[in-house]
């Protein structure tokens, strides 16, 4: 059974910072795509950052320069740093995970940043 539980999210005031956290078990994380996504109220999940299994990095071009997503395969886990937090950054968080083809979402985590 594939499980991803993230943790960190709650609520920071604007230019602040948060870390959210993904513990990933059941697949083979170090051959795993890990990432994350958010999707604000009334809108559209939407990419964040994601990360491969070699470490390659890609972001949102909304928080380039403020988000840092890295990962330990040997913790089978991965991170989201969120520094210079905007009001516009309110949502929820979503872990995800592509293995062998399939994709595996967490439970979500609220973010929310008041101005």
């Known amino acids: 059974q594939v499980q991803l539980v993230e943790s960190g999210g709650g609520l920071v005031q604007a230019g602040g910072s948060l870390r959210l956290s993904c513990v990933a078990s059941?697949?083979?994380?170090?051959?795993?795509?890990m990432g994350w996504y958010r999707q604000a109220l009334g809108k559209q999940r939407e990419l964040v950052a994601t990360?491969?299994?070699?470490?390659?990095?890609n972001y949102a071009d909304s928080v380039k320069g403020r988000f840092t997503i890295s990962r330990d395969n040997a913790k089978n886990t991965g991170w989201l740093q969120m520094d210079s937090l905007k009001p516009e950054d309110t949502a929820v968080y979503y872990c995800?995970?592509?293995?062998?083809?399939?994709?595996?979402w967490g439970q979500g985590t609220q973010v929310t940043v008041s101005s």
């Open positions: 059941g697949i083979t994380f170090s051959t795993a795509t």
């Open positions: 995800y995970s592509r293995w062998w083809s399939y994709d595996y």
């Open positions: 990360i491969s299994n070699k470490g390659s990095t």
